[in-house]
């Protein structure tokens, strides 16, 4: 049998799909051919297991061994992995978990799933050279209209309704974790890395209408006046100013365009 016929039965076995790789194996002493493919089978179940506690460290703390081993055994079963790099398996942990008994029962193990996986995006993303505020200082005063900003490649919003970030923030200083606890509406969050070390925080609806802007390329002009659902028209100069001001801070200014 050719080679690559042997590679797709095997993967296909280790898939749980119907195969004929046990035709390819030799039946002999000391193990029978089940036996043989079982340990290639279990090898392949917890080296995927393996991948999720490291992309869902605190998940698996707030679970215990026990819990996360059977969450992954279960995970791993419904959702074969699909990706050559094994880093990227895990992304649809968040939506399993909130969909399936008796996790689903624990809304908040699904955000903080969500916003585990995100984390580790945004420590992946690519990088880029940001500009620091001096750079906001040295635009021509009459060309602000017509500026608009891209924001670092690493940068992503999320919003929960649960106090998942809490949660992930003790888990990690290996503090009891708080109870879980459901917002009354949805809590807008910012993530983001600079210098390689992954940053988050909380938006107010101010910041999140101007972040919306930006990173929909908008000019400072459009930028302000999204900003006028929420503040009154003599207040957006200085806020726009002091939320730009700390963008740059944070690194997440990566480049400054005037349009035509």
Same mark, same amino acid.
């Given at each position: 049998?050719?080679?690559?016929?042997?590679?797709?039965?095997?993967?296909?076995?280790?898939?749980?799909?119907?195969?004929?790789?046990? /035709?390819?194996?030799?039946?002999?002493?000391?193990?029978?051919?089940?036996?043989?493919?079982?340990?290639?089978?279990?090898?392949?179940?917890?080296?995927?297991?393996?991948?999720?506690?490291?992309?869902?460290?605190?998940?698996?703390?707030?679970?215990?061994?026990?819990?996360?081993? /059977?969450?992954?055994?279960?995970?791993?079963?419904?959702?074969?992995?699909?990706?050559?790099?094994?880093?990227?398996?895990?992304?649809?942990?968040?939506?399993?978990?909130?969909?399936?008994?008796?996790?689903?029962?624990?809304?908040?193990?699904?955000?903080?799933?969500?916003?585990?996986?995100?984390?580790?995006?945004?420590?992946?993303?690519?990088?880029?050279?940001?500009?620091?505020?001096?750079?906001?200082?040295?635009?021509?005063?009459?060309?602000?209209?017509?500026?608009?900003?891209?924001?670092?490649?690493?940068?992503?919003?999320?919003?929960?309704?649960?106090? /998942?970030? /809490?949660?992930?923030?003790?888990?990690?200083?290996?503090?009891?974790?708080?109870?879980?606890?459901?917002?009354?509406?949805?809590?807008?969050?910012?993530?983001?890395?600079?210098?390689?070390?992954?940053?988050?925080?909380?938006?107010?609806?101010?910041?999140?209408?101007?972040?919306?802007?930006?990173?929909?390329?908008?000019?400072?002009?459009?930028?302000?006046?999204?900003?006028?659902?929420?503040?009154?028209?003599?207040?957006?100069?200085?806020?726009?100013?002091?939320?730009?001001?700390?963008?740059?801070?944070?690194?997440?200014?990566?480049?400054?365009?005037?349009?035509?």
């Amino acid at each position: 049998m050719p080679l690559r016929h042997l590679q797709r039965d095997l993967q296909q076995h280790l898939l749980g799909a119907q195969s004929a790789i046990a /035709a390819g194996i030799v039946d002999a002493p000391p193990l029978p051919i089940a036996e043989r493919l079982g340990i290639y089978r279990n090898a392949y179940q917890i080296r995927l297991i393996e991948a999720l506690g490291e992309t869902y460290p605190i998940l698996h703390k707030v679970l215990g061994d026990e819990v996360f081993s /059977a969450l992954g055994e279960a995970f791993v079963a419904a959702q074969p992995s699909v990706h050559r790099s094994i880093r990227w398996y895990g992304r649809e942990l968040g939506e399993f978990l909130s969909s399936t008994p008796p996790y689903a029962d624990q809304p908040i193990l699904a955000e903080l799933a969500v916003f585990e996986w995100t984390l580790a995006e945004v420590f992946d993303a690519p990088d880029a050279h940001s500009l620091p505020r001096a750079a906001l200082r040295a635009i021509d005063p009459a060309a602000w209209g017509d500026i608009t900003f891209r924001l670092h490649p690493s940068l992503r919003r999320l919003a929960l309704t649960w106090n /998942a970030p /809490a949660v992930w923030r003790s888990a990690s200083a290996d503090e009891a974790p708080p109870q879980p606890q459901l917002s009354e509406r949805p809590t807008q969050w910012l993530l983001w890395r600079q210098n390689l070390q992954n940053f988050f925080r909380s938006l107010d609806p101010v910041e999140s209408a101007a972040l919306d802007s930006a990173l929909r390329g908008d000019r400072f002009a459009d930028l302000c006046a999204a900003l006028a659902a929420w503040l009154p028209e003599e207040q957006i100069p200085l806020r726009a100013a002091t939320l730009l001001g700390g963008w740059a801070d944070s690194g997440i200014i990566v480049e400054i365009a005037q349009l035509p």
